[in-house]
């Protein structure tokens, strides 16, 4: 499975940004698919997720200003950022779980300034 993830940019304060995320290969049997993100200097953390039924879960931190939704037919998953905050700026990850097996994209940049 290979995932290519696009949609970063710069924001200030406020604005918005969508991520979206294509799985290719071998995409049959994608379980989840999710969102992670890392800022300069800290560990990578979860943001969301979407299971291949359209449930979703949140972080805490997003909750209510991020939303997540999946088009399972082109295997994209989308992650709609609102109200952005200078504590979103990092490096943000798209996942795929298939069976026991995890898969990363390469990562895309977004950066809010106040």
């Known amino acids: 499975v290979q995932l290519q993830a696009s949609g970063g940019g710069s924001v200030q304060t406020g604005g918005s940004l969508r991520l979206s995320c294509a799985a290719s290969g071998s995409t049959f049997r994608i379980s989840i698919m999710g969102w992670y993100r890392q800022a300069p200097g800290k560990q990578r953390e979860w943001v969301a997720d979407?299971?291949?039924?359209?449930?979703?879960n949140y972080a805490d931190s997003v909750t209510g200003r991020f939303t997540i939704s999946r088009d399972n037919a082109k295997n994209i998953v989308y992650l709609q950022m609102n109200s952005l905050k200078p504590e979103d700026t990092a490096t943000y990850y798209c996942?795929?779980?298939?069976?026991?097996?995890?898969?990363w994209g390469q990562g895309t940049l977004v950066t809010v300034s106040s």
């Open positions: 979407i299971t291949n039924g359209g449930n979703t």
């Open positions: 996942n795929a779980r298939k069976y026991r097996d995890s898969y």
